[in-house]
């Protein structure tokens, strides 16, 4: 029996940041911009294959996950009616505010 991963569906505010934020590293480099792309999308691939796997924030329950592995960037989604939504894509060194997703 084949299991078909969720969709990814990106909350609108989450695309539009991610795309400015590469957008932004594209104008010194756009190699690594699109390297950075694909292992964004690579890491979410995966999360939608396996959404448990990663890590809850313990400040938002069990309901949000987050993904560290795509250095810069922190990548925060949940998983809703059989979807992986991503809720926001920031730089690891930002400040993380829970009270922003509650």
Same mark, same amino acid.
């Given at each position: 029996? /084949? /299991? ?33 792309? &694909? ?21 938002? &329950? ?19 009616? &059989? ?20």
């Amino acid at each position: 029996m /084949v /299991v078909k991963p969720p969709a990814i569906q990106w909350a609108d505010p989450a695309e539009d940041r991610f795309d400015r934020m590469l957008a932004y590293i594209e104008v010194e480099n756009p190699v690594v911009a699109r390297k950075l792309w &694909g292992k964004v999308m690579a890491a979410l691939e995966q999360a939608a294959r396996y959404p448990e796997l990663a890590p809850h924030i313990p400040a938002l &329950g069990r309901t949000y996950r987050e993904i560290l592995t795509v250095h810069p960037f922190r990548v925060i989604y949940r998983v809703e009616e &059989g979807r992986l939504r991503v809720i926001v894509v920031m730089g690891q060194e930002q400040d993380f505010d829970p009270e922003r997703f509650l």
